[in-house]
């Protein structure tokens, strides 16, 4: 039995079956459009919606003073609108001023009179909630300060007049803009890379990192002919042509690596030619997609091999790619509290490839190793395995 031929004849097929196509090519898509936005977001930089429920001054004020911040651009717009966006992951935040805002701090009570609403993957939270909790604290000791003034000058016998209490206001305001600032040296260090080349490899990472989790929801689904070794036909023509089975199951797998392969070069083009950047970027990305790829096949073929059923694997699928992508930290990292998950996903190819992504070179050995562990492990477990496919 020509191991070249099976592996011919499993690629045809391949292409002829037009569900996994669609996978690869839903791949293809989300990976992109994944970077289109993370490029989009970048550009925006660090922008945050601000949606004011408040009718009173204080609102207003409030607003006023969260335009001039110089720490992140600020979009007013509707809450509908703006949780769209954070849920498609375009803002790092949302800050919606309560209704009661303007009451409160007129009776001097400023808690709970904002809410907050992050991102995915807001990566500065506490510059937007300092500058945001800053505002209302201004305002709030501005308030005191004014009725404290009033309470005393009365007790004492005399007159807080209206002039009095504008130009008290404006002494604050003056106090906010200049009075209060804190002079800080500080000194950009540079590192071996420019920004400008690090940001630009932000979309390519992005796209390398939605391809990786799709590209295992297609492994998982592709590696139903591993179930199919089973029948009896099948191994008794194994048997008569003196074919050990790890070879088929090699011959078989290798096409599978092809078309995945293939398809993350087409996300690479189809993201350099709408997005733009350095082909050095997307380079970079090779090698540790094919430590995963290669991984992630050995895993998949250890995993099918376990279920042995075909119903089952169809509805594990989806939750092992989502928990792979969680526990890999493709979307975040893991929180600290998780210690012992965060070691247990040392075993996943999925979390080598995420951090090999930002240092190829100190990873490459762990990966590899990694990748060999679970070729191996996938060989011997599906050679060895009494699966059994329904005829």
């Known amino acids: 039995m020509n191991l070249i031929y099976l592996m ?8 002829k079956e037009p569900i996994l196509i669609i996978f690869i090519l839903v791949a293809i898509l989300v990976s992109t459009g994944a970077a289109y936005f993370s490029k989009e977001r ?26 001039g911040n110089k720490e992140f651009r600020m979009l007013e717009t509707e809450k509908d609108k703006g949780l769209k966006l954070l849920k498609q992951d375009r803002l790092e935040a949302m800050i919606v001023i309560s209704s009661n805002l303007t009451e409160k701090l007129k009776a001097g009570d400023y808690t709970n009179t904002m809410e907050l609403y992050l991102s995915p993957s807001a990566k500065a939270p506490a510059t937007v909630s300092e500058v945001a909790i800053n505002a209302v604290m201004m305002l709030w000791v501005e ?16 007159e807080y007049t209206p002039r009095d209490e504008i130009i008290q206001r404006k002494r604050n305001e003056d106090l906010w803009e200049s009075g209060s600032e804190i002079g800080i040296k500080w000194t950009l260090v540079e590192g071996d890379e420019e920004p400008e080349v690090a940001a630009a490899r932000e979309p390519v990472d992005v796209n390398a990192k939605w391809f990786s989790v799709l590209c295992l929801f297609f492994l998982l689904s592709d590696g139903i002919w591993v179930l199919d070794l089973g029948k009896r036909g099948l191994s008794n023509r194994l048997r008569q042509g003196d074919v050990p089975k790890w070879k088929l199951i090699c011959a078989g797998s290798i096409p599978t690596f092809i078309i995945s392969f293939s398809g993350y070069i087409v996300s ?34 250890f995993v099918i091999s376990a279920i042995k059923n075909n119903l089952s694997l169809m509805f594990l699928t989806p939750a092992i790619t989502f928990l792979s992508a969680i526990f890999s930290g493709v979307f975040s990292q893991m929180p600290k509290w998780a ?18 992504l930002e240092n190829a070179e100190a990873i490459f050995p762990g990966a590899l190793m990694l990748s060999l562990f679970w070729i191996c492990a996938g060989l011997v477990f599906s050679a060895f395995s009494k699966t059994k496919a329904p005829s």
Request: proline content about 2%; charged content about 25%; overall charge neutral.
């Open 8 to 15: 011919k004849i499993r690629l045809k097929r391949s292409f």
């Open 42 to 67: 970048m550009e925006m930089g660090l922008t945050v919606a601000v949606i004011s429920e408040d009718e009173g001054e204080m609102g207003e004020r409030v607003l006023d003073i969260l335009r």
């Open 143 to 158: 308030e005191a300060v004014v009725e404290k003034t009033k309470d005393y000058i009365r007790e004492q016998g005399g």
């Open 268 to 301: 690479c083009i189809a993201t350099l030619i709408i997005l733009g950047g350095g082909v050095l970027a997307v380079l970079k990305t090779l090698l540790p997609m094919v430590i995963y790829l290669f991984g992630s096949v050995g895993m998949t073929l």
């Open 339 to 356: 210690y012992v998950l965060e070691k247990l996903s040392l075993v996943l190819p999925g979390k080598w490839f995420v951090v090999s």
